[in-house]
Nanobody, 127 residues
């Protein structure tokens, strides 16, 4: 069973930073690349960044390149998203999920492997 729990969201001023955490079960962490997605009301969920834990291949959507950094801690089965220089347009509910390995390694982006989502964590950036 794929198990992922997001945390770390909050309210921050523009230009500030937050670090999101995605705690995975060992089963999930060992088998699947993991990605971060975000969604605002009325819009489709967007793949933000993802990482292959086995070989550290990463992907970032253009709007976050240079500002966000994804990393993983194999000892803690946790994937982090360090978000710096936050902008109001980064405001969204952020989710983590297992992602398709091929799309990540080919550079096509982050696509969820399963249509199953947790509660997410709210990130609000004030101007």
């Amino acid at each position: 069973e794929v198990q992922l729990v997001e945390s770390g969201g909050g309210l921050v001023q523009a230009g500030g930073s937050l670090r999101l955490s995605c705690a995975a079960s060992a089963f999930t962490f060992e088998r699947y690349p993991i990605g971060w997605f975000r969604q605002v009301p009325g819009k489709e969920r967007e793949g933000v960044s993802c990482i292959s834990n086995s070989d550290s291949v990463t992907y970032y959507t253009d709007s976050v390149k240079g500002r966000f950094t994804i990393s993983s801690d194999n000892a803690k089965n946790t994937v982090y998203l360090q978000m710096n220089s936050l902008k109001p347009e980064d405001t969204a509910v952020y989710y983590c999920a297992a992602v398709l390995r091929f799309s990540l390694t080919s550079g096509d982006g982050c696509f969820p492997l399963f249509d199953s989502w947790g509660q997410g964590t709210q990130v609000t950036v004030s101007s």
